[in-house]
């Protein structure tokens, strides 16, 4: 069973990232859950959204998780949500900030010790899309550091899950990806 | 037929309102009335949405509360149209007074209860209270475990209700977010399968019938009133689950899957079960493979078919059990849960002596977690090792503060 938790604001779309990537390694033949804690969530408002992924049907539908990965969409939320709670000692985090890891680290002192991936998602976002929607190009840096799926094979598998969008804000999708495998350190 | 088909994958990654409103298109459905509540509101949207790209072809009527929007499938249905919507909590309450209606003039809507918490407080997660609140309203019920469970029994929902010797209507349930919520793969059917299976609509006594006029919605006094609802309980009780039955024997022969009106998991051999609704039965099966490792005789018993209650199917699947756990996830404010009722009324005259104890849980989307269901399945076992209960009849699961146990 693979776990994944993402930390994200209402809007940037973490629930829509988490669904696109149960979508895509669905395909593969393996089960998928994809799922998200609302409330009465307003738009920039901190929630988490989920994935579990594994080789037997999945059963478990308690919303308690001990992440294997921690993806952080949006800067802030490491200083304002515990990015690290029920975390695991091989909890991976790839965590969204301008910062170099070791500032990151020295700025958040719970990421100490902690096996932690770094990458521009918002920046990469407003240059690609030209909108600060941080959540395919987490997707990328995730393959990268996973080494889940060919990078090629994953953003084809993504062309089809955005394809309801103009062709202009997939390519710019397919960029962003592409930059955020490169990128993320 | 007048409407685009859509292709579908054989695995489609799809939340249980987006698989209800597939089904929903599916069976092409002459009218939805509906007025969106949280957490059921991408269904009707997501039927809407079907209809205005053309591929059903029907009539989405809104209306301005839920109390209309049941009204406006009475009307529709009593014309004689395959009808359908979809609520939750605040909404399933203001449409009680029509589920009544619904149910005594004999008509087959079938409604989608994306199951969740009743104000106040006000909170829009789920738990079964609108269930509960719907269980005497004379309809059948439904309850889906996973997006996969809510796809199929819409169809399923469709051909008991429809069938002239059951007329009655017919609510699938579903846990809000935990399923309506919850992207998970979900085997499909092609369009002409899925409409094969509940076939067209077979109008029968309709209004738009002008050669036979009919008279819906009548009042009847003391002369009559109780020999309709006498007749209507005695259809829930004689003809429908047979009429079920055959639906889900139907169903398993096109697509494979399985579905009985009380499912058995691990139940064989085991010494303690939970019998619980919802996706708390697939956590509760995960649990009890876990517990047989530690050598824990654990099965798991989940209704399906909550009304008509399947009192006779539920004394024989426990009875070999040594201690039962009944698991309510609605406040029965002032009494045992519902579960621990039907339960012990199902039991009561039997020769089973199994030990019977009941449990809150989950109200307004409180986490029922492995942990708890581990300590749960325990908690039996002691039970047995002990031969009598050894805690008090009622107890809260997840709840915090003071621990809450009651009788």
Not at chain 2, 265 to 276: Q, S
Request: glycine share 8%; proline share 4%.
């Amino acid at each position: 069973m693979l776990e994944i938790r993402w930390h994200s604001r209402a809007g940037q779309g973490a629930v829509t990232g988490a669904k696109g990537l149960a979508d895509v390694i669905s395909t593969t033949g393996k089960h998928v859950q994809a799922f998200a804690f609302y409330g009465s969530a307003k738009r920039g408002a901190a929630m988490t959204a989920y994935n579990r992924v594994d080789d037997k049907i999945i059963m478990n539908h308690e919303k308690y998780m001990e992440p294997d990965y921690v993806f952080v969409i949006d800067p802030a939320l490491v200083y304002t949500s515990d990015v690290t709670i029920n975390h695991k000692d091989t909890t991976k985090y790839i965590i969204t900030t301008h910062m170099t890891k070791d500032e990151l680290i020295a700025s958040q002192p719970k990421l100490e010790g902690k096996e932690v991936y770094t990458v521009d998602c918002i920046k990469i976002a407003q240059e690609t899309i030209g909108r600060p929607i941080p959540n395919t190009p987490m997707l990328g840096a995730f393959m990268k550091v996973s080494e889940m799926y060919d990078i090629e094979f994953f953003k084809e598998s993504m062309k089809r899950i955005l394809a309801k969008l103009p062709q202009k804000i997939i390519d710019a999708n397919m960029i962003a990806i592409q930059r955020a495998y490169d990128e993320v350190k | 037929m007048a409407f685009d088909k859509m292709e579908l994958r054989d695995v489609e990654v799809w939340d249980g309102n987006f698989a209800a409103a597939q089904a929903m298109r599916q069976c092409q459905i002459d009218v939805v009335s509906a007025y969106p509540i949280t957490p059921s509101t991408p269904i009707v949207e997501g039927y809407a949405k079907f209809l205005a790209d053309g591929y059903v072809e029907g009539e989405f009527v809104m209306v301005e509360s839920e109390h209309a929007a049941m009204s406006g499938c009475i009307g529709a249905a009593a014309a004689g149209g395959r009808v359908a919507t979809a609520t939750s909590s605040q909404g399933f309450a203001l449409m009680v007074e029509t589920l009544y209606q619904a149910s005594g003039m004999r008509l087959p809507i079938v409604l989608n209860v994306v199951n969740r918490a009743l104000a106040a407080p006000l909170n829009v997660n789920g738990d079964h209270s609108d269930m509960y609140l719907g269980r005497d309203s004379g309809w059948i019920q439904f309850d889906a475990y996973c997006p996969q469970d809510a796809y199929d029994l819409n169809f399923i929902a469709f051909k008991v209700a429809e069938d002239h010797d059951v007329r009655l209507p017919a609510m699938v349930h579903q846990d809000g977010f935990m399923t309506s919520h919850t992207a998970q793969g979900v085997h499909t059917l092609d369009d002409d399968t899925a409409y094969g299976f509940v076939g067209d609509f077979k109008p029968m006594n309709d209004m738009l019938d002008f050669e036979n006029p009919v008279t819906h919605g009548v009042q009847t006094e003391e002369d009559w009133h109780f020999e309709h609802k006498a007749r209507q309980h005695n259809d829930l009780m004689t003809k429908v689950l047979p009429k079920i039955q055959n639906a889900f024997d139907e169903f398993e022969k096109l697509t494979g899957r399985k579905y009985n009106i009380v499912e058995k998991y691990d139940l064989d051999d085991a010494d303690v079960a939970v019998v619980c609704m919802g996706t708390s039965v697939e956590t509760a099966r995960e649990v009890a493979l876990e517990m047989r490792e530690k050598g824990i005789k654990a099965g798991v018993v989940g209704i399906r078919v909550v009304r008509p209650f399947p009192f006779f199917e539920i004394q024989e699947a426990l009875k070999d059990i040594k201690a039962i756990a009944a698991l309510d996830r609605s406040s029965p404010n002032g009494a045992p849960g519902m579960l621990f009722n039907e339960l012990a009324g199902a039991l009561f005259n039997t020769d089973t002596k199994a030990m019977l104890s009941g449990y809150v849980y989950g109200l307004g989307g409180r986490d029922l977690t492995k942990k708890h269901l581990t300590e749960l399945f325990t908690e039996l076992q002691a039970n047995v090792d002990a031969g009598k209960i050894t805690t008090p009849l009622q107890q809260f699961i997840g709840v915090r503060g003071p621990k809450l146990a009651f009788l």
